[in-house]
C-alpha cells in the first residue's frame, strides 16, 4: 500500500467527511446515554504558558545512534529491552530497577550483544517488604513530578534512581516499562530532564496524570509515548487500510476488549514468583474499572480515525460482581501468603463499557483478566458493507460473502501494510522499527501523546462513571480542539522504500 493507496484513502476521507456529519446527527440521537452525560470530566484544563501542540512534531534527527535507557527490566521490560537490541541503532546506556538482580541480567544482556556495559542504578535494593509503601511512594512522586511540573524542585527525591537515569546527558529516550504507578511520575521526569519517552501501557492511571503528560509534552516539547504494539499486529494493519478503503462503508461500531486471566500471576508472590511485589492485585482493592483498555480498544479508536477525524464523546460502564478473585485466592492461594491481608477486593471481575464518538459512532470496551478465559484480544468492527470478527479473524461482506462469515484472508489480499510486506515483522518489533525508524529520519512518531492518553481515557474514566451508577461522563479532548483533521500516521509511506 504505497502512494496511491493514501490518495485513495484521502478521497475516501474527504467523503466521508460529510457523510460522517450526517451520521453525527442521526447517532447522537441514537444514543439515549450522551444527553445526560456528566460534563465534569471532559474539561480540558488551561494550557501551560508557553507550552505549544505537539502534533506532528518531528523528532530532531538521530542519524545513526539512538540512545536509550530503560526503567523497569521485569518481564516485559527485559522482553522490550531484547527486542530494541535487534535494531543496530539503539545503544542502551543506562538500565534501572529497583531489584538489583534485574539490572545485572539486563546489563548482561546489552554487553553479550557486543555493546558496552550500561551505567546501573538499582539503588533501592528490592525492598518489597511494603508493598503499600511502594505504592505511596509512587503516589508521593508523582506528586512530585506535579510541582516540578510547575516550576517547583523537588530536593528530597533527588536522590532517586529513575531520576538519575533520565538526567543523564547521554540518553535520549527513556523507555519505562515499570508497574503502572510509575508510569506518570518516571515519564514526567523524563520530559522535564529534556528527555523523550515511551512507556508501556497504559499511559496513567489517573485522568489528571493523562493530563499532566499531555501539559508537560508540550511545555517540554518533548514526545510522550504509549507504546501500543496491538496496533501494528498484521491484520489489525490490513483492517485499517481496508476501512479507510472503503470496504466496511460507514464505519458505525465496534468492539475492543482483553481477555487474559491473569489470576495464578497475579496471586503468584511467593518462591520467586511472577510479581512478587503484588503490584496488580493492588489496584483490586483501590478501586473499580477497567484498568486495561488499550489493547483491542486502541485499534477501533484508530480504524475510526479518532483525533484525526472523529473524537471520543461519552463513556459509561458497568462492572459485574467482584466474585472469582476471592474465590480463586481461597482454592489455590496458601494461608500464609501475604495475599490474605490484602484489604476486600472492590474490582468487579468484568467491566464492561460502552464509548460514544462525536460522530454518533458506539464503541464497547472490555476489560476481563479475572475469569476464566485464554489471551485474546476481543475485535470487532462492523460499517454499512461489512462486519469483522476476530479470533478466528472473519469477515462478512454485502455482496461478496454468502450468507456466513469468510477467513479475512479471503477478502485482505492487496491491503498489508508495507511493514509486513518489507519486513515481516511481529507486533513488538514493528512498534519499535517504527519508533526508530522516525526518531533517525526526524519525523514525527506514529503514535503521540495525545494517541495515547485518549486511548488510556477509558481507564480512570471508567472508575468515574462506575462511581455514578453507571452515568455516562464526558471523554475530554487531549488534542484541544485539533480532532478534526486528518493526518496520516501509523498508515504513512514507508519513508525509505
Ligand atoms: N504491551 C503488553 O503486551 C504488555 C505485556 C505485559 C506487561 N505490560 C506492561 O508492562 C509494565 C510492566 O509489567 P511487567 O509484567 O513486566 O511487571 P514486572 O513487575 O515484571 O516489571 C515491573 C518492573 O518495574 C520495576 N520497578 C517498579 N518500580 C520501579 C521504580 N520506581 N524504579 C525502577 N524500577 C521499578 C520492578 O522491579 C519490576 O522489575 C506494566 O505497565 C504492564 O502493563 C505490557
Do not use: L
Given at each position: 500500500m504505497g502512494s496511491e493507496s493514501s490518495f485513495s484513502r484521502r478521497s475516501l476521507l474527504k467523503a466521508a467527511g460529510v457523510s460522517g456529519a450526517a451520521l453525527g446527527v442521526a447517532g447522537l440521537g441514537g444514543f439515549a446515554g450522551v444527553a445526560n452525560a456528566d460534563e465534569s470530566t471532559g474539561k480540558a484544563p488551561p494550557r501551560p504558558s508557553g507550552a505549544k501542540s505537539v502534533l506532528g512534531m518531528p523528532f530532531?534527527?538521530?542519524?545513526?545512534t539512538i540512545r536509550v535507557g530503560i526503567v523497569g527490566v521485569g518481564r516485559r521490560g527485559t522482553s522490550l529491552l531484547r527486542t530494541m537490541l535487534?535494531?543496530?541503532?539503539?545503544?542502551?546506556t543506562a538500565v534501572c530497577d529497583i531489584n538489583p538482580d534485574y539490572v545485572e541480567r539486563a546489563a548482561g544482556i546489552i554487553t553479550d550483544t557486543g555493546r558496552p556495559e550500561p551505567a546501573k542504578y538499582a539503588g533501592r535494593g528490592g525492598d518489597w517488604s511494603d508493598t503499600e509503601e511502594h505504592y505511596q511512594l509512587a503516589v508521593q512522586h508523582s506528586k512530585q513530578a506535579r510541582a516540578h511540573a510547575k516550576g517547583k524542585k523537588a530536593d528530597e527525591w533527588a536522590e532517586e534512581d529513575y531520576r538519575a537515569l533520565c538526567a543523564?546527558?547521554?540518553?535520549d529516550i527513556v523507555v519505562n516499562v515499570t508497574s503502572w504507578e510509575w508510569h506518570h511520575p518516571i515519564c514526567m521526569v523524563a520530559m522535564l530532564e529534556g528527555k523523550h519517552t515511551a512507556t508501556d501501557v497504559p499511559l496513567a492511571m489517573e485522568l489528571d496524570h493523562l493530563w499532566d503528560l499531555v501539559n508537560t509534552s508540550e511545555r517540554t516539547q518533548r514526545h510522550c509515548i504509549m507504546l501500543e504494539q496491538v496496533v501494528y499486529w498484521r491484520h489489525h494493519l490490513q483492517l485499517l487500510n481496508m476501512a479507510h478503503e472503503g470496504v466496511f462503508g460507514e464505519l458505525l461500531c465496534g468492539y475492543g476488549g482483553y481477555e487474559n486471566e491473569g489470576l495464578a500471576a497475579a496471586f503468584d508472590t511467593l518462591n520467586g514468583g511472577r510479581y512478587p511485589e503484588g503490584w496488580r492485585r493492588r489496584w483490586w482493592y483501590r478501586r473499580d474499572g477497567?484498568?486495561?483498555?488499550?489493547?483491542g480498544f486502541c485499534n477501533i479508536a484508530m480504524y475510526m480515525d479518532v483525533n484525526r477525524g472523529d473524537k471520543l464523546d461519552t463513556i459509561a460502564s458497568m462492572s459485574t460482581p467482584q466474585i472469582r478473585k476471592t474465590a480463586f485466592r481461597e482454592e489455590h492461594v496458601p494461608s500464609h501468603d501475604p495475599a490474605w491481608d490484602d484489604p476486600p477486593y472492590i474490582k468487579g471481575d468484568r467491566c464492561l463499557s460502552l464509548v460514544s464518538t462525536e460522530k454518533g459512532r458506539v464503541i464497547e470496551v472490555s476489560h476481563d483478566?479475572?475469569?476464566?478465559?485464554?489471551?485474546?484480544?476481543?475485535h470487532w468492527l462492523t460499517g454499512t458493507k461489512g462486519s469483522f470478527k476476530d479470533h478466528p479473524a472473519r469477515i462478512f461482506l454485502e455482496g461478496k460473502s454468502s450468507g456466513q462469515y469468510d477467513d479475512l484472508s479471503d477478502h485482505s489480499a492487496?491491503?498489508?501494510?508495507w511493514l509486513w510486506e518489507d519486513h515481516g515483522f511481529d507486533g513488538d518489533r514493528a512498534m519499535f522499527f517504527r519508533l526508530f525508524q522516525d526518531m533517525r529520519l526526524g519525523r514525527a512518531p506514529d503514535i503521540d501523546v495525545y494517541d495515547s492518553a485518549t486511548w488510556t481515557a477509558p481507564i480512570p474514566l471508567s472508575t468515574e462513571s462506575l462511581k455514578r451508577n453507571g452515568q455516562p461522563v464526558k471523554v475530554p479532548d487531549f488534542t484541544r480542539n485539533r480532532w478534526q483533521d486528518y493526518r496520516e500516521w501509523i498508515d504513512r509511506p514507508n519513508p525509505e522504500a
Open positions: 530532531e534527527a538521530y542519524g545513526d535487534n535494531f543496530p541503532e539503539v545503544q542502551v543523564r546527558d547521554d540518553v477497567d484498568f486495561y483498555s488499550m489493547h483478566e479475572d475469569v476464566p478465559s485464554p489471551y485474546s484480544i476481543v492487496g491491503f498489508d501494510h
